[in-house]
């Protein structure tokens, strides 16, 4: 399905709802995105409308305006409608921009839907379209992606010092640490499982005595791999394991995430080395 965006707007304040649409399309028609537009009358039915087209777009922009009365209605119809869009957007992993204004009068709203200032509409376009965007993903891709290869390398670290078996290591490791945060204030351990499982069969299938005798064929070095620190050993086998299984267009990309993962570990001498071997294993990959 090409992405396509639905804007939900209440046409309850008409000009304030036209003023946020006009925002709202001026993004989505700059960023070349198809679109629809559903009205209703008031916000509380915008949820509704969105959960019965959950699966037939890929993001959805919300518009309305809710103005403070003399009652809880407006405490009622605004919170409940700003709750029950946060769920649909996170139960259906679909990006829902929120243009739904909730303000104290008419006269504040107008100034918050100008289309020539700080126009909300054109705010919550913004936000959907950023999280549809193929390179946002990609960036939070190649973060968990990062993050991944740090635990294989911990992993074939440990495995090398203890001789256990990777996947009763990685079993463990997984049903220890994933998503824990290990000290307070500290960013929980995130990884994607199914990727480091590949890293792991990657490893295992590795022909480490061909790799070994190619390092060690090497002239500049003057120890035998079989002595470096086993960190670096556990660098060099996931990277090289995983540069023997990626296509040529991505080689890069792979062996420069590796090199900034190789800086948590070591100097600048031995980040160098490493580089110096991968560009080698590459060229006669």
């Not at 290591?169 to 824990?180: H, M, Q, T």
């Amino acid at each position: 399905m090409s992405k396509k965006i639905l804007i939900v707007g209440s046409n309850y304040y008409n000009d304030i709802y036209l003023n946020l649409l006009k925002g709202a399309l001026a993004t989505v028609k700059s960023a070349e995105y198809q679109y629809e537009i559903c009205e209703t009358s008031g916000s509380f039915e915008i949820p509704y409308l969105i959960k019965r087209h959950i699966n037939d777009f890929s993001g959805f922009i919300a518009l309305g305006c809710i103005i403070r009365g003399a009652t809880y209605h407006f405490e009622l119809i605004s919170n409940e409608c700003a709750r029950k869009i946060l769920d649909l957007s996170v139960d259906n992993n679909k990006p829902i921009g929120f243009g739904i204004l909730t303000c104290d009068t008419y006269e504040q709203a107008l100034e918050r839907s100008n289309p020539l200032e700080k126009n909300k509409g054109k705010e919550a376009a913004e936000a959907c379209i950023k999280l549809l965007h193929d390179d946002y993903w990609l960036f939070m891709d190649n973060q968990i992606k990062s993050k991944t290869r740090l635990a294989a390398i911990q992993l074939v670290a440990q495995q090398l010092v203890n001789k256990q078996d990777i996947e009763t290591l990685k079993s463990d490791f997984d049903k220890n640490y994933r998503n824990k945060i290990l000290e307070v204030g500290g960013e929980k351990i995130q990884y994607n499982i199914n990727f480091l499982s590949k890293l792991i069969n990657y490893y295992k299938s590795l022909d480490f005595e061909f790799i070994i005798n190619q390092i060690n064929s090497f002239k500049k070095f003057d120890r035998k791999f079989e002595n470096w620190d086993t960190i670096i050993k556990a660098i060099i086998f996931v990277s090289i394991s995983e540069i023997l299984n990626t296509k040529n267009t991505k080689l890069i990309i792979v062996l420069n995430d590796y090199i900034n993962i190789s800086k948590f570990f070591v100097n600048l001498k031995e980040t160098k080395l490493i580089n110096l071997i991968l560009d080698k294993l590459i060229n006669e990959k």
